[in-house]
């Protein structure tokens, strides 16, 4: 079955920088676009970043874009999320996702930023 584990988030001050994981299983990796969305508390879930099937392309939101990077290990079946120069109001829940999948979600991994 479709499996997302999400993993790598946690406290770190502002100004900090996570490495955020996500291993993906059940379906065809280098087939899909793959995606990294958020959750704020009391918010609707919004993407993050989106990278191609084989890594050439990829979209940021405009709040993310020169702080975050998105990259993908299709032997491995990971997709990873650098943040750098991170803000209380990256506090989330992060999740990723394939798509066009499905509405398939892991667990999530909680990344708090907050001195």
């Known amino acids: 079955q479709v499996q997302f584990v999400e993993s790598g988030g946690g406290l770190v001050q502002p100004g900090g920088s996570l490495r955020l994981s996500c291993a993906a299983s059940?379906?065809?990796?280098?087939?899909?676009?793959m995606s990294w969305h958020r959750q704020a508390p009391g918010k609707e879930r919004e993407l993050v970043a989106t990278?191609?099937?084989?890594?050439?392309?990829?979209t940021y939101a405009d709040s993310m874009k020169g702080r975050f990077t998105i990259s993908r290990d299709n032997v491995k079946k990971m997709v990873y999320l650098q943040m750098n120069s991170l803000k209380p109001e990256d506090t989330a829940v992060y999740y990723c996702?394939?798509?066009?999948?499905?509405?398939?979600w892991g667990q999530g991994t909680q990344v708090t930023v907050s001195s």
């Open positions: 996702n394939a798509r066009g999948l499905g509405p398939y």
């Open positions: 059940g379906f065809t990796f280098s087939g899909y676009t």
């Open positions: 990278i191609s099937r084989f890594g050439g392309s990829t």
